[in-house]
């Protein structure tokens, strides 16, 4: 599963994953990340204390707009609505300024969380819930003629990838951000790249 940020180790397995913290009948790392199963974090409202976290946490359910700036990116005026088409962009900044903020201010993030192969089951679980969602916008936009087929593209894998990193993050209680940046947004920012190439290929007018 997607491991604790260190500090934590102190407290019960139990107090940190809830019902995903069952180890008789647990499947498997990967298998409970991408489950999901205890919903919210243990501490979530603890968290919200935290400004940049609630920042954080606004960004991502901004970022989810996307799917009106892919629908957007479809039509030959949506030079007409600039503002939707440049949001993503705006959001997208506002998040990785957060992130940097926290990593700066973050007692618990250590450079090693970065390296650690335990994180890449949350890059699993992102994609997996990103999937779906992705697709569907996807196959909405390929029913058109679209005219901005890369970008267009992007925003729809980008749409899917956010709800993914926000379902993740209000999960998993981890808040190293070497290991959030590395294991979250890293494959967030190239799965958007993935879009472009998959926009490209898929959506023609």
Known sequence: ???????????????????????????????????????????????????????????????LSCVMASTLAAYPDAYQKPGWLRAPYALATLLALTCLLQLLTEPLSRPQDATDIHGLSCSVAIAAVAILPSALVMHRLGRGAVVHPMQAGSLALRTGLALGCL???????????????????????????????????????
């Open 1 to 63: 599963m997607c491991r604790p940020s260190l500090g934590l180790s102190d407290a019960p397995a139990a107090g940190r994953f809830g019902a995903l913290a069952r180890p008789s009948s647990a499947p498997g790392p990967s298998a409970q990340c991408v489950g999901c199963r205890a919903g919210l974090r243990p501490d979530a409202w603890d968290r919200m204390a935290s400004p940049l976290f609630v920042l954080e946490i606004i960004s991502l359910i901004l970022l």
């Open 167 to 205: 379902v993740v993050r209000l999960h998993e209680v981890n808040d190293s951000m070497f290991h959030v940046l590395t294991w979250h947004y890293l494959p967030t920012a190239l799965g958007a790249g993935l879009g472009v190439w998959l926009g490209r290929r898929i959506l023609r007018w």
